[in-house]
């Protein structure tokens, strides 16, 4: 009896490994949205729109800069458009491209597409993307991966927008440093005007940056999923309860997240499902270099716990060159997941998309489980 006891016990205190599931062979699930002969096609980012089957997908022709690219998909991501027409100031773009939806005081929605170093540009778009703007400057102030989110707040019309630098861009006349910095922007019109950036955390034994936003279920908090850019600990995270007016110091996320350019959605249960660049720090980590997708709960990130699952998505060709990820979750409960990376032995880097849902990724589990 007390063997057996001992025996429990240790089974106790013996933490599970993480259940890994792995859909990178599964290519029923993958499109091509975008692919070029002997071009780089990188850092992609989308928006859903209202009507829960159109999704825009914004990138660059190039790798982290280079003309922005547009291309539409009617059918919730399935087939995509070929490009199409954009103004002439989005050939001038220096950096990735990000794309949100806000929604005014009055209840129109409008998109904004941003782009970044010096100066932070924007344009906007009042029908959906059917006609923009011009880039113009935001204000007086650049950044790096501008915006790495845009969180909408409890008041109608008002947003803050997060990004980084590294002291190159934040200024005209800016130089680089050993320090990096997080920084917020808000906005009280949707989007039509910004403040100037306001920092909300700064260090060097920490180089925290491309920020990804999600706000716990009962909506009181916002907590950033953060890339570690040194490559020296675990991806932290940080958490408001005060709109973003504050921050909590950065805190680690379980190693299984440690990678780049965090993209959160909830599913319809209530579940967390973030994908991103796995920059995992173990040297027997199989998936580093992957874009791969993490399942679990949202107290799962605060607690830096392992939550349910971690899946691969797709098999990346390069070390490390991926990720960026859009994700959008369509009313019937898939995920559209869409990406860059070196898809191809030998082939530049080029745009897809990979769909599942929590149904299929919990069937699954349930079976690798039980195989163990």
Not at 43 to 49: C, F, G, P, R, Y
Not at 97 to 115: C, E, F, M, Q
Not at 149 to 161: E, F, H, I, M
Not at 175 to 204: E, N, Q, V
């Amino acid at each position: 009896m007390l063997l057996l006891a001992c025996l429990a016990l240790l089974t106790q205190q013996t933490p599970q490994k993480p259940l890994r599931l792995d859909l990178a062979g599964e290519t029923f699930r993958q499109v091509v949205v975008d692919r070029e002969a002997e071009q780089y096609l990188g850092h992609v980012s989308t928006v859903l729109l209202a009507d829960g089957k159109t999704i825009l997908a914004v990138y660059p022709k190039g790798h982290g800069r280079g003309a922005i690219l547009l291309k539409r998909s009617t059918d919730g991501g399935r087939t995509w458009s070929e490009r199409l027409p954009v103004p002439a100031s989005f050939a001038t773009s220096l950096e990735t491209p990000t794309i949100h939806r806000v929604l005014a005081a009055n209840g129109k929605h409008s998109l904004i597409l941003w782009s970044g170093l010096y100066p932070a540009r924007i344009a906007r778009s009042e029908d959906d993307g059917e006609h923009w703007s011009e880039l113009q400057a935001a204000g007086d102030f650049g950044g790096i991966v501008v915006m790495g989110d845009v969180v909408a707040l409890k008041q109608p019309g008002y947003y803050t927008a997060l990004f980084h630098d590294d002291g190159r861009f934040l200024t005209s006349d800016g130089k680089i440093s050993d320090t990096f910095t997080l920084l917020a922007t808000d906005s009280g019109d949707a989007g039509r005007t910004w403040s100037t950036p306001r920092a909300i955390w700064s260090g060097k034994d920490l180089h925290l940056c491309e920020p990804g936003a999600i706000r716990s279920p009962d909506g009181t908090k916002i907590t950033l999923l953060l890339r570690e850019n040194a490559r020296k600990q675990p991806s932290q995270t940080m958490t408001s309860i005060d709109q973003g007016k504050t921050w909590s110091a950065p805190k680690a996320l379980h190693e299984i997240l440690t990678g780049d350019r965090h993209t959160a959605r909830y599913a319809s249960d209530g579940r967390v499902v973030v994908v991103y660049r796995d920059m995992g720090l173990g040297k027997d980590h199989k998936t580093k270099g992957d874009f791969v997708a993490w399942v679990g709960h949202y107290e799962d990130l605060l607690e830096g716990k392992q939550g349910d699952y971690h899946v691969r998505l797709l098999d990346n060709q390069n070390s490390w060159d991926c990720g960026y990820p859009g994700l959008e979750v369509l009313p019937d409960g898939t995920f559209v997941a869409t990406t860059y990376g070196h898809w191809a032995n030998g082939a530049p880097p080029f745009i897809v998309s990979v769909r599942f849902s929590l149904t299929e990724l919990d069937a699954m589990a349930k079976l690798a489980a039980a195989l163990k």
